[in-house]
């Protein structure tokens, strides 16, 4: 069978990595299509593994609106399944570029398998617009690729009929493992003096944008302002997400802002962190493995599993209730040390072979 695997973004080409080389394994030859949504983000994201596109189209008008990002997706990608002729379109997650590259592929009634299937926090506003469209894809899509068995329950709670339901555990973990040891030996990106802690923190949620993301900036400064730690942050390259951040916590001490980090560059640095403070779901999903306690800066979460395991809190959004926990956590080390055991609630690292072989049919 023909497969096409399409991404667009830096954790889409990180997650789908490792079910790529899977294939590739079992003797398929599966194409990888970039969409242009993070060009030159997913193109480094998969060098790290070894890969390169073999179609990368040109990078959507991001700045004329979603609509008509993913409108450029789907006619660049229906040029694209033209070509292929593909018996299977395989997407992840829940990004414009999933979405579009299910829908060019339900359009030309070519199969989709969705990876990363079953996500829920029911809340079309929380996050925006994933929620839309990882419930749009599992719609349409014949196999669901469910990291989790709450994932998968979600599914059969909404009766997707007529596709193929397997827990597989999530395909963010089999990257970190391998990245883990590659990295093992490199030097933190991040130099961190002897006698403070590492404290990272990322943030990109588009419904955190304005006001929200302002206090998020308010309460970074603030666990900053503690003697005892250094505070790295890995910026978003969108303006709406980066612009706030720079404006509050440039030139703090005790502040590192870094740009986007390759891949290999961030698993060390997560490696060496002592807490998380992160909006990213995929964060959440690839940490607890590190034994890194998190601290997840949203409203709702459709990863519960990593709160449920310990590894994490949701902190909510409220500057005050984030620089109490995070304070906290600092302060109580017998505390943050119960949550910083490595735990494995998306996976055991086997993620991928289990999508390969029933891609294979094996």
């Not at 910026?235 to 404006?247: K, W």
């Not at 961030?266 to 590190?290: C, F, H, I, K």
Request: aromatic share 4%; with cysteine.
């Amino acid at each position: 069978m023909r497969i096409l695997v399409a991404l667009g973004t830096r954790p889409e080409a990180i997650k789908l990595a490792p079910v790529v080389l899977a294939l590739r394994a079992r003797g398929a030859e599966p194409r990888v299509a970039t969409t242009g949504q993070q060009e030159a983000l997913a193109a480094e994201a998969l060098a790290a593994f070894g890969l390169a596109p073999d179609v990368a189209l040109d990078a959507p008008p991001a700045a004329r609106g979603l609509s008509e990002s993913v409108a450029a997706m789907l006619r660049g990608l229906a040029g694209v399944i033209a070509e292929a002729s593909p018996g299977a379109v395989v997407v992840q997650g829940d990004t414009a570029s999933c979405f579009a590259a299910a829908f060019a592929a339900f359009h030309a009634g070519v199969p989709v398998a969705h990876v990363e299937a079953g996500l829920r926090s029911r809340d079309l506003g929380n996050p925006f617009p994933e929620e839309g469209y990882r419930v749009a894809v599992d719609g349409i899509a014949r196999w669901l690729f469910a990291p989790t068995a709450g994932a998968a329950a979600n599914l059969s709670a909404e009766e997707a009929r007529g596709a193929r339901v397997l827990v597989t555990g999530n395909t963010g973990v089999d990257a970190l493992l391998a990245m883990r040891a590659q990295v093992a030996a490199e030097r933190c990106p991040v130099e961190v003096p002897e006698g403070r802690r590492l404290v990272v923190a990322t943030l990109h949620r588009r419904e955190s944008f304005g006001a929200v993301l302002a206090g998020l900036a308010e309460a970074l400064a603030a666990i900053a302002a503690r003697p005892d730690v250094v505070l790295a942050l890995p910026l978003h390259p969108n303006p709406a997400a980066c612009a706030p951040l720079r404006a509050r916590l440039s030139g703090l001490p005790r502040v590192v802002l870094l740009e986007a980090l390759p891949y290999p560059r961030m698993v060390r640095l997560l490696a060496a962190a002592s807490l998380l403070l992160t909006d990213s779901g995929g964060l959440q999903e690839e940490v607890p493995a590190l034994g890194l306690p998190v601290l997840v800066l949203r409203e709702v979460t459709e990863r519960p599993e990593a709160v449920a395991a310990g590894s994490a809190l949701l902190a909510g959004t409220d500057p005050a209730r984030i620089v109490a926990l995070a304070q906290a956590l600092l302060d109580d080390e017998p505390r943050r040390a119960a949550m910083a055991v490595p735990r494995f609630p998306y996976g055991d690292g086997q993620a991928a072979v289990r999508i390969a072989e029933a891609l294979l049919g094996r």
